[in-house]
């Protein structure tokens, strides 16, 4: 049995958590592109008690990790994707890191690879859709069967339903561009997925309907007249949902040493105002 601290958790070393973290989806799934794993180490080792979850590592967010005494911070978007020149305060990214060092904060940040991972977050998007069959868009080479980019879905669901099944699986409101040739009751057989923004990896697809977070104006045209209706949440919201239900996970895979924590102050930067509302009550809404 492990031994409780005046916390209430023993801890874990960094190491140990990183490792977990990387069994479940390892590094090397993530896209070249991008900038994944662990992105700050503090200098003084230490037991990380408690992990603070967050879809976007913004200035309220830190201040929240400041506040909860938070040793580990895992951001699914990479503070630090681009290279910085400086480490001033000039900048709010700047400054978060500067708040992670001052403060010895581990920062993680998994991106791509938790999209790829088989049970990440397009899987976890994937659960507004009442599932036949399910499988990755682009399946991972050498990776375990359900690996990869997207998720392709057999399913039979009018249109309505599906969108009223996605604002009760994300909790927030969904954009709705119908095909050409679909109205409300239309019968949805196929079902392309796609976290984030996903006009590239979707680009083609012969589906019924896609739902991804975000998409250009000319990619909706190009998707609708090829009798496809798109389903869009806004980028984060449709990756926010993920983190609640991968926090129990986590503490599990850390057996029970850290408490988990999902940031209160973690919020899409949009905000939809419905026609006869007032921005006062969206706000009043979002909060």
Not at 113 to 120: E, F, L, N, S, V
Not at 204 to 225: C, Y
Request: charge should be negative; charged fraction near 20%.
């Amino acid at each position: 049995m492990l031994r409780r601290m005046s916390s209430g958790y023993s801890g874990q070393k960094l190491a140990t958590v990183v490792k977990e973290l990387e069994n479940f989806a390892p590094v090397k799934l993530a896209e070249a592109w991008d900038n994944v794993g662990l992105l700050i180490e503090p200098y003084r080792e230490k037991l990380i008690t408690k992990i603070l979850l967050t879809n976007d590592l913004t200035e309220p967010v830190m201040s929240e990790a400041l506040q909860k005494d938070v040793g580990l911070i895992i951001s699914y978007h990479p503070p630090i994707f681009q290279a910085l020149k400086r480490i001033t305060q000039a900048h709010w990214k700047e400054r978060v890191v500067t708040a992670c060092l001052a403060n010895n904060i581990a920062l993680y940040s998994p991106h791509t690879a938790w999209d790829k991972a088989c049970g990440g977050v397009n899987d976890w998007l994937s659960q507004a859709v009442r599932i036949q069959n399910i499988r990755p868009l682009e399946p991972e080479l050498g990776a375990p069967p359900g690996t990869g980019s997207g998720r392709f879905i057999e399913t039979k669901m009018e249109i309505d339903e599906l969108v009223q099944s996605l604002q009760n699986h994300i909790q927030n409101s969904v954009h709705v561009a119908l095909s050409v040739n679909h109205h409300p009751k239309s019968l949805i057989q196929t079902v392309g997925i796609c976290a984030g923004s996903g006009g590239t990896l979707l680009k083609g697809i012969k589906a019924d309907l896609i739902i991804s977070g975000e998409m250009s104006h000319h990619e909706l045209l190009e998707f609708n007249h090829n009798n496809t209706t798109v389903l869009l949440c806004n980028h984060s919201n449709s990756e926010r949902g993920f983190l609640k239900q991968f926090a129990p996970k986590l503490g599990e895979l850390l057996k029970g040493a850290c408490e988990i924590i999902v940031s209160a102050e973690d919020k899409d930067p949009l905000i939809t105002v419905a026609k006869g509302s007032s921005l006062v009550d969206a706000f009043k809404e979002g909060q």
